[in-house]
């Protein structure tokens, strides 16, 4: 039973070890705000100041991964699902690293089962 509150699929993951080549440590931030969007946003960590309004989702490929506290409540219940897609035409449209590779980081998600939420719950009181 998987209950990490982020998970990234094998193509993303190829994604984010590229950029972790490139630019070093990374940091993701899933923000419900207008100018970024609702995508997955990656960025060099020491280009990034967290909002202290933001959650620590989890980590994916050693990377923190942050979510707006609006969007928390809203994916409270789900699995975030960090994917990627071709995304060539969207290329200098984003402050989000894969973008200059041609990618665009996407979430994707899953409601955690009532077993696995009771596990969730756990690990959140820790």
Do not use: W
Not at 15 to 27: A, F, T, Y
């Amino acid at each position: 039973m998987d209950t990490r509150r982020v998970v990234v699929t094998d193509a993303a993951a190829e994604i984010v070890e590229r950029l972790k080549e490139e630019n070093g440590d990374l940091v993701f931030n899933q923000s419900g705000g207008c100018c970024d969007g609702t995508a997955p946003m990656c960025y060099a960590k020491s280009d990034f100041y967290v909002p202290s309004r933001n959650v620590k989702l989890g980590e994916i490929c050693g990377c923190e991964f942050f979510i707006d506290k609006d969007q928390f409540e809203y994916f409270r219940h789900s699995q975030i699902i960090i994917d990627v897609k071709k995304e060539s035409s969207a290329f200098g449209n984003s402050f989000s690293l894969e973008i200059d590779l041609g990618y665009q980081f996407i979430t994707k998600s899953r409601i955690f089962t009532d077993e696995e939420y009771k596990e969730v719950e756990k690990e959140d009181l820790k």
